[in-house]
Every structure is written in C-alpha cells, then in structure tokens.
C-alpha cells in the first residue's frame, strides 16, 4: 500500500519544490490495485500537486469525502473537472448541511458547491450512513458511535436552520479503514467523532484488533488538554506502528506525538509518501 499526500498545511523542506500547502487535506491511496482520492482539500490546488507528485487523478476508481467541511471538499469542482468523466463519490448524506462556526466570527464552513453542479461535472454520490466495504479490504466507516467520555464535538461548530443556531454533531465525519497483513492502517479526515471512537469502532468493523496506522487529521490542535492526555495514552497502550499526523493536529500537538512515539511519529506534509 502507498499513501500520498496531496495536500495539507504544510509542505515538508525535504518535498520536492513546487508544492503548494494550504488548511485541507487531500490523501491518494495506492492499495492492491485500487485507487482512491481521500478529500479535496480547500481549493483545486490539488491537482497541480498531484501532477507534480506523478499521481494521475484520472486513475480514481472513487472519490470519498471524509465530512462536509470546506478545507476538505473546497477542491471538488477542480477535481472532477480534471478527471471530465463520471465518479462514485462516497458521503454522509449529511455532506450538504449548513455547517458554521462562531469561532472567532461566525462563518459558513461547509462545502462552497451546490450538489447538483458537482452532479453535472460527473460526481455520482453515494450515500453512506454504515459501516461499508467500497473495494476489498477496504472499509468506509459510516457514522462513528461516540462511545468515550473525554472526546468532545467541538462547541463552536453549529448548523444554521433558518434562523436557528443548532449544535453541529458532525455525524458526516467519517474515516477509512484499510486491511493490511502488518494490521488495520486508519485514515483520518478531521477525526471529529475523536481519535480513540475512531479507532475502537474500525476494530469492530473489520474484526481486527492490530492497529499498524493511524493517518491525518486529528483534530487534537483545538481540543482540550484532558482530551489530548486522554487519547496519547491510549494510543500508546494500542502500541501504534505509525503515526502520521497532520492538519488539524497542530505544531504543538504533534511535537507531543513525536516526544511520546519517537521515531513511530512523523508529521505527514504534502508530499509525504508513506508506504506499507
């Protein structure tokens, strides 16, 4: 398995120059075959990036949408206008809602496309509120049970309903799951229904106890402290392989990661590749 990052904030000294970063996060996963874009980041400035990386969009057998947050659909419309023919893309239905944040002025952070004009450039949505399997091995995680105490929705994030202020559960966050013979590798977008639910909820879906992976946002940079400590120890009992965190992590998060996991952290800029 091959994991490429298209784009994220951030662009490592070591990447090849060129690259543009930016607040998203778009992921290219090579697996047995099979080729999927994770995200579009937060404008089409993913798909200079992935020419430039060698990785040709026009191979996507799908595209799946972790949540319906700009920073990660923001690239769609340039997406499916490079790849110019149809595409499963696999969302909550939930994708469309009117997410907003109060934080620090209230603002619309949902995704900047009607569906019906992603609809006429070729995206063929598929809606999915379970656990499904969208190639072999390879598990969409459908809504995540909120199980622990310590991982809160963050509160500044609201849904509008006409003049109504509503409280954002998020239920359109969803992450993949990937079978591989070293363990599962999980692949973040956001993490809004929170690292640990995440994981416990992909071990139940696929019936595998080892997590190899952990891979993406872990929207740990604005949570609390408690959550943070909370969530390091229990990955750390899981004895994680890998962790490569990026996004919604935060500088300061991960130099924690990389204090804690030593060299079993690395902080996934654009252009990272990963291999399994």
């Known amino acids: ?24 996060l778009s992921v290219w996963i090579e697996h047995e075959g099979h080729k999927i874009l994770f995200d579009t980041g ?13 990785v040709n ?10 949540h319906g947050h700009y920073d990660h659909t923001g690239g769609l419309k340039a997406v499916l206008e490079f790849i110019n023919k149809p595409i499963p893309v696999y969302a909550h239905p939930d994708i469309f809602s009117l997410h907003c944040v109060s934080s620090p002025v209230d603002r619309y952070i949902g995704i900047p496309f009607r569906k019906e004009e992603l609809e006429g450039l070729g995206a063929n949505f598929k809606w999915i509120k379970k656990p499904t399997e969208i190639s ?3 598990w969409l995680s459908g809504e995540i049970p909120r199980k622990t105490t310590f991982e809160k929705i963050d509160e500044s994030m609201y849904i509008k309903e006409g003049d109504k202020k509503l409280p954002d559960p998020i239920l359109d966050d969803m992450s993949l799951f990937i079978k591989t013979p070293k363990g599962l590798v999980v692949i973040l977008g956001c993490a809004h229904s929170g690292v640990i639910n995440i994981i416990e909820h992909a071990k139940e879906v696929t019936g595998e106890e080892k997590i190899f992976a952990v891979i993406g946002g872990t929207h740990l940079g604005p949570a609390s402290s408690k959550q943070l400590e909370e ?3 229990r990955l750390a009992q899981m004895e994680v392989s890998l962790i490569a965190a990026n996004h919604c992590t935060g500088l300061s998060v991960a130099s924690k990661f990389r204090e804690i996991f030593g060299s079993k952290f690395r902080f996934a800029t654009t252009g990272e590749i990963i291999s399994v």
């Open 231 to 233: 969530t390091l120890i």
């Open 1 to 24: 398995m091959k994991i490429t990052v298209l784009i994220e904030n951030s662009v490592g000294v070591l990447i090849p120059q060129g690259l543009a970063g930016e607040h998203g």
């Open 136 to 138: 072999p091995g390879i």
């Open 42 to 54: 937060q404008t089409g400035k993913v798909v200079e990036n992935a020419l430039r990386l060698g």
């Open 57 to 66: 969009l026009k191979e996507a057998e799908a595209i799946v949408l972790s």
